[in-house]
């Protein structure tokens, strides 16, 4: 059985944040084509858009890295610091299998299992806006109580785009 099993989407993630006393603020929002053009619709800079982007590893397990808008995963980085030699984005259907969310909407909050998560150190600090297990929501919340929520290990994982 799944985490927050009859729980779908936005729900998950409520409920998720709810059980760690981690405030967050949902919000419905337009699609948008762009980096740029989500953060003018959501009236912040792109750096505050968190990516959370799951990998895979060999043994096929998973491991959430949360990146700043304007920025990408470096592999080499990410393969050290999780003392891997492999690792991958999987496939649209694996990521929801991981996550039992659909990508887009990816959030290591409610995720159907609690992977572990790296947060890169550039959102420490900030408020973020990130994906909330649906299309057409955002949720925003403070990077620094996120972190500490999730148990997340911070550490500099990205480059820039």
Known sequence: M?????????????ADASARGLDIEVIERP???????????LGIAPADIVKSLVV?????????????GGRKISWPKL????????????????????????????????????WPVVADEAIVGRRVSMGAGEH???LFVDADALIA???ATVADISDPE
């Open 136 to 138: 057409g929501r955002s």
């Open 149 to 151: 929520a999730l148990g």
């Open 31 to 41: 699609a948008a084509r762009s980096l740029e053009e989500a953060a003018e619709l």
């Open 56 to 68: 895979k590893r060999s043994d096929d397990t998973y491991v959430f890295a949360l990146v700043p």
């Open 79 to 114: 393969r050290a610091l999780l003392a891997v030699n492999k690792l991958q984005l999987p496939d649209a259907s694996l990521a929801l299998a991981a996550t039992g969310y659909e990508r887009g909407t990816i959030t290591p909050l409610g995720s159907s299992i609690a």
């Open 2 to 14: 799944t985490r927050f099993a009859g729980l779908e989407g936005v729900e998950r993630v409520q």
